[in-house]
């Protein structure tokens, strides 16, 4: 018993040392600027709602508007989350429930995408998106992203998993290819599909390299995107403004945060059962 | 009208036949894959051996010149050491924090849940904010980590030292790995049938012993798997990181691969050296994804 | 007419002969169980005739009609399958209704046809469930129910009871024979089982290897089987089958170390010939002047009834005893007695019935 106490207290601890940066960002962010000179404060203070204000109607001087910045990234992870998801359901579907020619080599073709994450071809690919004037645009943010291995990986397998006798049974029913799809292959997914969402919003939230390299347009920064510009921003002047670049970064930490939190029991499972 | 199993398939007993019908539900993702996976990656096999002229108007065929120019220079050399010693370090501490805190955290008895919840919320954070987060910490006159670090009598700067740019690159990373290796290992020890911990128990293996002699060979498989996991991620995730971190230096100190490629495509304007590295981390990234794709089907003990 | 006629039917997977080429006619109304052990190509057959699977060669005519080219859902056919297939994430209401709205009937036809499978099968305090809150006997009986609600002309059973314990499938065996007494549809039913098949068949087709052994009544087959397979696959025990020979004379049968046993009617066709015997257990009567002498190795008491393993000769049988008590006990020797009409002939090599 005393063994335990001794075991939570000592892993309390270890998880209140690794929010550390965390705690110091709400700190920041809680403060005046002129507070978090010299020794930094051990409290939050109670100028976050003012922050917050100020990020979200003026910005940071001299870099583009939060608030847009956030809409943004919204647009930006929502469309990455619904594409993959809605491309790999397609594909995983067609892969599965049907036999026609060269469907393996589709289905390999699909999978070589996975050797080719976006941190190895983001030259080529912006020359390819820059040719296609697809540059400054929801469309460049989005498109190049969505195909996606791992889910039509994990969606075939769950598909593959199905009891053949269900389809035996709605095929007895009626049921066309897309009428099963509808009715039951899509209704009986939800749970990897769920798992999947959080994945893939967290994923296209956080994305850094390629809309920096696709927006040069303030108008379609994203806000994980924007924290570089952000910092310099912040820090260039007199008095530098770490108040508000905080309140900046934790606006931009919360909602994949707050997504991961709320999902957390499915998606640990989905994660990590699924792929077996 | 469909069919159903072949002796040997390994898919389900019935299908629909179709013509058009697949075809038209992959286009798609064949089509995305087309266009901005594989005519780039062609592109990029073209330009490899190709030099453009300064306004980008002709083109000679320079053989493998590239290659030999880029994969010789010391930058390149210098590069790839340091992705790699910063990707072996990453691992490691990665690995023994997660493991450490996944024994520990399903070693107990009650409050599983929220002491996982408290080790893996980095995980739903960008690297980039959490460069952020650990650039204000240690910032020097700042952050709370520079005070204590110059309390303790460092100079603490680490725009213009390497050593200390480095480090806190690697603590970034490794902070925000845990929580990842935390959670695989998590799942794999759950997933130990606990007759095998309690017949270990009583050969009179507990506690330490327990760990070392039982418990760590078992989850050799996922330990395997996230090794693969956790370079892959530091050699293609931390982009972002290291942007917001050091910018790559002081003096390319902090400069990986990767971010050396986008230095050399997008300040230095030099395709074909762009080129080059791009096939380079391909290749590199396709043996990882192999391995990684090898070892997830055997990454859970059974 | 419901009517099913199978013309050379047969199934190759790659280079394997799954189902060699297999007729057999249904008649309407007809309740005929394919029985056999698992890989006889059962399965396969019923398949076919659904549907799932399309022949390798033959025809299939079902009600008159080739449906060879047809969808399952175009030949106005009903499956219950092995694990039910019922749609997890729809109501039992749902799942009986399925292929009515599929099908675009009217709402107050389909809640009629609904009404009155769920009366016939128990279900109605169940429509509102989902598959998962059921038990098995349960979950079978949905799957029935969403066969009978489609009013088919054929209804097709995949080893429906292979899944519940004992008595459950003791209970349903009978109430799918009241269900085809009361709808009379034809019905092709698949089992393992041969209590199953005995009970339930007015015809009975036993298969082994992808082809038919035999078409019969449960009591043609059982009295008269027509090769070793299926004498030793119907009866519990099954029967035994010795190693012997027809004598010179081809009057008697003669098994090595015992009296030989006189056949019913001469066969000077088989004279001198090595033969299997076939004797079912309960033939081998204990008389204190049987003409064969057996060694008892064990005795197993079933409460009712009593089964002796002995020894006859070098070989070994089984005898089945109503009795209650034995006055014998293991290690005794025993006479019995066996009546020339219940011995079977069979062809030493080729298993095939012989003339006895």
Not at chain 1, 87 to 92: E, H, I, R, W
Not at chain 1, 197 to 218: K, R
Not at chain 2, 78 to 105: I, K, N, Q
Request: positive net charge.
């Amino acid at each position: 018993m005393k063994r335990q106490w001794l075991r939570r207290s000592v892993l309390l601890l270890l998880a209140l040392l690794l929010a550390l940066p965390l705690y110091a960002a709400l700190i920041a962010a809680s403060h005046a600027p002129g507070d978090l000179l010299g020794r930094l404060p051990w409290l939050p203070g109670n100028r976050l709602l003012h922050n917050l204000h100020t990020v979200l109607d003026a910005g940071l001087p001299g870099s583009p508007s939060v608030l847009r910045m956030l809409g943004n990234s919204l647009v930006m992870a929502l469309g990455i989350a619904l594409g993959k998801l809605t491309l790999a359901t397609l594909s995983a579907y067609a892969v599965v429930y049907f036999r026609f020619p060269l469907r393996r080599t589709a289905f390999v073709l699909i999978l070589s995408s996975l050797m080719l994450p976006l941190e190895v071809r983001f030259y080529p690919t912006f020359q390819v998106s820059a040719g296609l004037h697809l540059l400054n645009s929801y469309g460049v943010l989005i498109v190049p992203l969505i195909a996606s291995a791992t889910a039509t990986f994990l969606l075939r397998q769950f598909f593959a998993s199905m009891p053949p006798s269900l389809l035996d049974a709605a095929r007895m029913d009626g049921a066309g290819p897309l009428q099963f799809f509808l009715h039951s292959a899509l209704p009986l997914a939800r749970t990897p599909l769920a798992a999947l969402f959080v994945l893939e919003f967290v994923y296209g939230w956080n994305q850094y390299l390629w809309p920096l390299l696709t927006t040069t347009d303030a108008r379609y920064a994203t806000v994980v995107m924007g924290m570089q510009g952000l910092i310099n921003a912040g820090t260039s002047f007199a008095l530098p403004r770490w108040d508000l670049v905080m309140t900046t970064a934790l606006l931009a930490l919360l909602p994949p945060l707050l997504v991961l939190l709320l999902a957390q029991r499915w998606f640990i499972r989905g994660l990590t059962d699924i792929e077996k | 009208m469909g069919g159903s199993r072949a002796a040997g398939e390994l898919l389900p007993g019935t299908w629909f036949r179709g013509r058009w019908l697949p075809w038209l539900l992959l286009a798609p993702q064949l089509v995305v894959i087309g266009v901005f996976f594989l005519w780039p990656t062609l592109r990029a096999l073209r330009d490899a051996f190709y030099q453009g002229d300064a306004f980008g108007l002709s083109e000679e065929f320079v053989g493998l010149r590239h290659f030999a120019h880029t994969l010789g220079s010391a930058e390149y050399g210098h590069a790839l050491l340091l992705t790699l010693a910063y990707a072996v370090l990453t691992s490691a501490l990665s690995l023994a924090g997660g493991f450490a805190l996944a024994v520990a955290v399903e070693g107990l008895r009650s409050g599983r849940t929220l002491f996982r919840t408290l080790f893996l919320w980095p995980y739903a954070l960008a690297p980039a904010i959490s460069a952020a987060l650990w650039v204000f910490l240690f910032r020097p006159q700042v952050g709370l980590g520079a005070g204590l670090l110059e309390h303790a009598g460092v100079h603490w700067n680490p725009a213009l030292q390497a050593g200390q740019a480095q480090a806190l690159v690697l603590a970034t990373t490794v902070w925000q790995l845990l929580a990842y290796n935390f959670l695989f290992y998590g799942a794999a020890l759950q997933s130990l049938p606990p007759s095998l911990l309690e017949a270990a128990a009583l050969d009179g293996a507990r506690g330490w012993r327990r760990v070392r002699d039982v418990i760590w060979p078992l989850l050799a498989p996922t330990t395997l798997f996230l090794v693969v996991t956790d370079l892959i991620f530091v050699l293609f995730d931390t982009f972002g990181l290291i942007d917001v971190l050091t910018q790559g230096g002081p003096d390319n100190a902090t400069e990986t691969l990767v971010y050396k490629l986008y230095e050399d495509a997008f300040r230095n304007f030099d395709q074909g050296a762009a080129a080059v590295q791009s096939l380079l981390l391909m290749l590199l990234v396709t043996v990882l994804g192999v391995l990684q794709l090898r070892l997830q089907r055997r990454r859970v003990p059974s | 007419m419901a009517t099913l006629e199978l013309h050379e039917v047969c199934k190759r997977f790659g280079a394997t002969m799954v189902l060699t080429p297999t007729s057999l006619q249904v008649a309407d109304g007809e309740f005929v169980v394919l029985v056999g052990p698992s890989g006889c190509g059962k399965s396969t057959l019923l398949r076919m005739i659904a549907g799932l699977e399309s022949p390798s060669g033959g025809e299939i005519r079902i009600g008159g009609r080739c449906v060879n080219a047809q969808e399952p859902s175009a030949r106005d056919i009903a499956m219950v399958f092995q694990n039910y297939a019922l749609y997890p994430h729809m109501s039992v209401f749902d799942n009986l209704s399925y292929a009515l709205k599929l099908r675009k009937l009217e709402k107050a036809e389909i809640a009629r046809r609904v009404d009155w499978a769920a009366e016939l099968l128990g279900l109605q305090p169940l429509l509102a469930r989902k598959p998962a809150e059921l038990s098995g006997g349960q979950r079978q009986r949905v799957a029935m129910g969403r066969a009978i609600v489609r009013e088919p002309q054929l209804f097709l059973f995949d080893e429906p009871l292979s899944n519940l314990d004992a008595r459950l499938r003791n209970h349903m065996r009978v109430e799918i024979k009241q269900l085809h007494r009361r709808l009379g549809t034809t019905t092709v039913y698949v089992t393992h089982d041969q209590v199953e098949a005995m009970t339930l068949a007015q015809r009975m087709v036993v298969m082994n290897h992808g082809r038919i052994e035999q078409v019969g009544t449960p009591e043609e087959v059982y009295a008269q089987p027509a090769s070793t397979f299926v004498a030793g696959f119907l009866g519990a025990p099954p029967m035994n089958l010795l190693a012997a020979r027809v004598s010179a004379e081809g009057t008697h049968v003669l098994v090595e170390d015992l009296a030989p046993l006189p056949l019913s009617a001469p066969q000077p066709a088989l004279a001198g010939r090595a033969v299997t015997l076939g004797l079912r257990p309960e033939a081998l009567l204990p008389d204190v002047d049987g003409c064969w002498t057996v060694t008892l190795n064990l005795i197993e008491s079933l409460g009712g009834e009593m089964l002796l393993h002995a020894g006859v000769g070098k070989q070994a049988c089984v005898l089945r005893i109503a009795t209650t008590t034995s006055p014998w006990r293991e290690g005794d020797t025993l006479r019995v007695n066996v009546a020339s009409t219940a011995l079977h002939l069979f062809d030493a090599d080729s298993g095939q019935r012989l003339p006895s």
